[in-house]
């Protein structure tokens, strides 16, 4: 079985002050790790995913994550937060060996305040 | 590039009425999901197809059926709609290989009164 933890429901975050949205995961396998983000009214976009080489993934928007396999981590990170990153970010897993279908977490609310 | 439309945007329906929601995606993807989202439960899957003619069940699907005729369109049917049922329906879509992003539609918002 294959699941998602986000252990936080809400980040706050001042703008220009860099941003860490956290996400544990569990696989039986190795991982397929992404995340997701989801403006009002809309649906989820993908930022950027984790396949295999360097832990350091960078994605959209300035946005990255890295890959912690020993604390089975995928940690979403940007270095200077602004006021339009205020969303709400999913990270979802799948497994290398397992099912296709991803499973995500409930969701982080990421505000950025001016 | 349309990738996946569903329809209709929002709908207000009354308890004991079919409804269907649609969903199709010109991605010609072979994998196809239905999620529901709700406030404090994240997305739950309640059914997924791997690939035209073939559907299971996700998380929760009590209340729920689909089809897949064809790649293209995966419709989401409530036989009798219940107030627990309103929720906001998100439609999505990937290749099958296991590092493939899935896209998502812009969401049917329903409300069951």
């Known amino acids: 079985a294959q699941s998602v933890a986000q252990p936080e429901d809400q980040v706050n975050v001042a703008e220009g002050n860099p941003l860490t949205v956290k996400c544990t995961y569990s696989?039986?396998?190795?991982?397929?790790l992404f995340w997701y983000v989801q403006y009002p009214n809309r649906g989820l976009q993908f930022l950027l995913k984790?396949?295999?080489?360097?832990?350091l993934v960078k994605g959209s928007y300035g946005f990255e994550a890295e890959f912690n396999k020993s604390q089975t981590s995928f940690h979403l990170k940007k270095p200077s937060a602004l006021v339009s990153d205020s969303a709400l970010y999913f990270c979802?897993?799948?497994?290398?060996?397992?099912?296709?279908?991803?499973?995500f977490g409930r969701g982080t609310s990421l505000i950025v305040h001016p | 590039i349309a990738g996946i439309t569903q329809a209709p945007t929002s709908q207000i329906l009354a308890a004991g009425r079919r409804m269907t929601l649609r969903c199709t995606q010109d991605?010609?993807?072979?994998?196809m999901y239905w999620y529901r989202q709700d406030l404090g439960l994240g997305l739950r899957l309640i059914h997924y197809?791997?690939?035209?003619?073939?559907?299971g069940k996700g998380e929760v699907p009590d209340g729920y059926s689909v089809s897949r005729a064809n790649t293209d369109d995966f419709p989401l049917t409530l036989a009798s709609a219940v107030p627990s049922q309103t929720s906001v329906y998100f439609c999505?879509?990937?290749?099958?290989?296991?590092?493939?992003?899935?896209?998502f539609g812009q969401g049917t918002r329903l409300t069951v009164v």
């Open positions: 999505a879509s990937s290749d099958r290989t296991t590092s493939g992003e899935a896209f």
């Open positions: 696989v039986s396998g190795n991982p397929y």
């Open positions: 984790y396949i295999t080489g360097d832990n």
């Open positions: 979802a897993v799948r497994d290398w060996g397992g099912s296709y279908i991803p499973t």
């Open positions: 991605m010609r993807h072979n994998a």
């Open positions: 197809s791997n690939t035209a003619g073939t559907t």
